[in-house]
């Protein structure tokens, strides 16, 4: 079914970098783990160097999981937004091309969830 506006809408969106202080905001899941049903997101400044993505927000979030411990991260792959990434831990969120809103997808080859069930 084809929708047509009645009008130009013209707003300033709420959720723009500006309206940030100086971070942007940063989605962050781990697939084929569906016991955390969103991804979580975190307002960092874009001089964030990658690893405290790693050692901090991450583990943060998703340490709770059982299958969290077995990860071996040097086989973990990243995507950001549907593009495979290899991150640089000592570079910045935007050396490494993450922007504002950006989904950061991270995939543990083996771990597939709470009994292979992708929980």
């Known amino acids: 079914m084809t929708v047509k506006a009645l009008a130009d809408y013209q707003f300033k969106s709420s959720d ?17 783990h569906r016991l955390f049903s969103r ?3 975190v307002a960092l400044a874009p001089e964030t160097p990658f690893s405290v993505i790693v050692d901090k927000y991450i583990t943060d979030c998703y340490s709770d999981h059982p299958d969290f411990a ?19 831990p000592s570079k910045s969120l935007a050396a490494n091309g993450i922007g504002h809103k950006d989904l950061i997808r991270f995939t543990t080859p083996g771990l597939n969830g709470i009994a292979d069930t992708g929980y």
Do not use: H, R
């Open 16 to 32: 723009a970098l500006e309206n940030f202080k100086g971070k942007q905001l940063l989605y962050i899941n781990w697939e084929k």
């Open 39 to 41: 991804p979580f997101v």
């Open 70 to 88: 077995k990860i071996d991260w040097d086989s973990v792959t990243w995507q950001n937004s549907n593009t495979a990434f290899t991150p640089d």
